[in-house]
């Protein structure tokens, strides 16, 4: 995942084996975005990368903080 400026979510990503990339390439995984569409988010839909906000992240793998 690029980075979050959401601190204890980043944390809860790493301690379950995420690993934080300063962009997105082919391997990555998912994106999650915290707001209106970047040239991150645009390059994750270019590769067919999932791309989630925060809460729709949280909701999806049931993260409670």
């Known amino acids: 995942f690029t980075s979050v ?3 204890p979510l980043s944390e809860w990503i ?3 084996g995420g690993k934080m990339a300063s962009g ?3 391997a990555s995984m998912l994106v999650i ?3 209106a569409s970047n040239n991150k988010t645009n390059e994750a839909e270019r590769l067919g ?3 989630f906000t925060i809460d729709e992240f949280k909701k999806k793998y049931k ?3």
Do not use: A, T, Y
Request: charge should be positive; hydrophobic fraction near 35%.
């Open 33 to 35: 975005k915290e707001g």
């Open 63 to 65: 993260v409670r903080l």
């Open 49 to 51: 990368i999932p791309v």
């Open 5 to 7: 400026r959401d601190k």
């Open 24 to 26: 997105v390439k082919s």
């Open 14 to 16: 790493v301690k379950q």
